[in-house]
T-cell receptor
């Protein structure tokens, strides 16, 4: 069953702690993305990767880091430098950068 | 400056009638457009796309119309069903390599 998985669905962390969100896909897609959604707003791009071992900053990369060591995996770390980390985080993938993106179910991160 | 706008934050429609969701864009280089549907606490689901070489694309109850001169696209859902109640996002990209830009979304409520 092909798709994109994100875990966990809900995540709680104390202020000042780093936290890593998981994203895995078995669609054999080259490109992967991380977005953030805040209430009443659209999706804002945090980071994207077009190929293994390469990634680029999106519009709101400050306070986040990523890695792309495997084609299937694109974990996102929310660092303590991110000023407003509480949000709904969405991972997506596509065959190539300009193709239709398919999304995972999302992770809701709450920083207490 | 928002490159993709969805000026109606919400829309209510009676079951069985037509739903029309609108999207405007400012970047004349955009040539590929997507519509996504999103339920609360879930990832967006791809609905339908349209390339700038077409002015209409149809898939079942969903039809997307593109007016390039007006930089406007719309999604028509006929007939509307209660299960269509969700937030709808419009997204646009330019095939020269720009990432997709998402609109802020329109919340559709289909009333029984």
């Amino acid at each position: 069953d092909g798709g994109i998985t994100q875990s966990p669905k809900y995540l709680f962390r104390k202020e000042g702690q780093n936290v890593t969100l998981s994203c895995e896909q078995n669609l054999n897609h080259d490109a992967m993305y991380w977005y953030r959604q805040d209430p009443g707003q659209g999706l804002r791009l945090i980071y994207y990767s077009q190929i293994v071992n390469d990634f680029q900053k999106g519009d709101i990369a400050e306070g986040y880091s990523v890695s792309r060591e495997k084609k299937e995996s694109f974990p996102l770390t929310v660092t303590s430098a991110q000023k407003n980390p509480t949000a709904f985080y969405l991972c997506a993938s596509s065959i190539a950068r300009t193709d239709t993106q398919y999304f995972g179910p999302g992770t809701r991160l709450t920083v207490l | 400056d928002q490159q993709v706008k969805q000026n109606s934050p919400s829309l209510s429609v009676q079951e069985g009638r037509i739903s029309i969701l609108n999207c405007d864009y400012t970047n004349s280089m955009f040539d590929y457009f997507l519509w996504y549907k999103k339920y609360p606490a879930e990832g967006p689901t791809f609905l339908i796309s349209i390339s700038s070489i077409k002015d209409k694309n149809e898939d079942g109850r969903f039809t997307v119309f593109l007016n390039k001169s007006a930089k406007h696209l719309s999604l028509h859902i006929v007939p509307s069903q209660p299960g269509d109640s969700a937030v709808y996002f419009c997204a646009a990209s330019a095939h020269y390599g720009q990432n997709f830009v998402f609109g802020p979304g329109t919340r559709l409520s289909v009333l029984p």
